[in-house]
């Protein structure tokens, strides 16, 4: 297993460019999520979603959109760049059910827009 | 609102000796607490966890207590060694809200010196 997979490892974007960071999991979890970590902060929540075809907004969901055709990907766009969302982005996944609360990390994609 | 907090940003330990990392929390719906380890340009890794219902969980050299009436968490290391230099993220979920979000603290970065 690969576990949480997340492309690229690094990018830098101009200010109004768009990308998609991609996050795939192989783990058949039904639960994915994305977040995004500022410096000397938390972790907060993007968008979230508990299976194929649903999606929900977090915490900080402005200027992003996700979407969720199959299990296993989950990609995150970013629509109009912002300094703003220069950011490390992590993607985490979970099965529902479980009793387990503990999510899987991916590796992280550190974004810089300038 | 910060609903989960790690007041110290950093901590710096002996090797062999205790490290104590504290967190606290205002959610009172919070019923699950976990904590994370963060090593760099690495995605947070599970370490232990604790269920509002008990309040002391044990796994190895790491060891978590919960107080639920100061509503405070915190995570003891015995003995501590070079290789838990990181920085540790206390998370929290209300599992009753569904989706089994998790809200992040800040993080403390440990150092362990030789």
């Known amino acids: 297993n690969a576990g949480v997979t997340q492309t690229p490892k690094f990018r830098i974007l101009k200010i109004g460019q768009s990308m998609t960071l991609q996050c795939t999991q192989d783990?058949?979890?039904?639960?994915m999520y994305w977040y995004r970590q500022d410096p000397g902060m938390g972790l907060k929540l993007i968008y979230y979603s508990v299976g194929a075809g649903i999606t929900d907004k977090g915490e900080v969901p402005n200027g992003y959109n996700v979407s969720r055709s199959t299990t296993e990907d989950f990609p995150l766009r970013l629509e109009l760049a912002a300094p703003s969302q220069t950011s490390v982005y992590f993607c985490a996944s979970i099965i529902s059910g479980s009793g387990a609360y503990e999510q899987y990390f991916g590796p992280g994609t550190r974004l810089t827009v300038t | 609102d910060q609903q989960v907090k790690q007041n110290s940003p950093s901590l710096s330990v002996q090797e062999g000796r205790i490290s104590i990392l504290n967190c606290d929390y205002t959610n009172s719906m919070f019923d699950y607490f976990l904590w994370y380890k963060k090593y760099p340009a690495e995605g947070p890794t599970f370490l232990i966890s604790i269920s509002s219902i008990k309040d002391k969980n044990e796994d190895g050299r790491f060891t978590v207590f919960l107080n639920k009436s100061a509503k405070h968490l915190s995570l003891h290391i015995v003995p501590s060694q070079p290789g838990d230099s990181a920085v540790y993220f206390c998370a929290a979920s209300a599992r009753g809200q569904g989706a089994q979000k998790l809200v992040f603290g800040q993080g403390t970065r440990l150092t362990i010196n030789p």
């Open positions: 783990m058949n979890h039904n639960y």
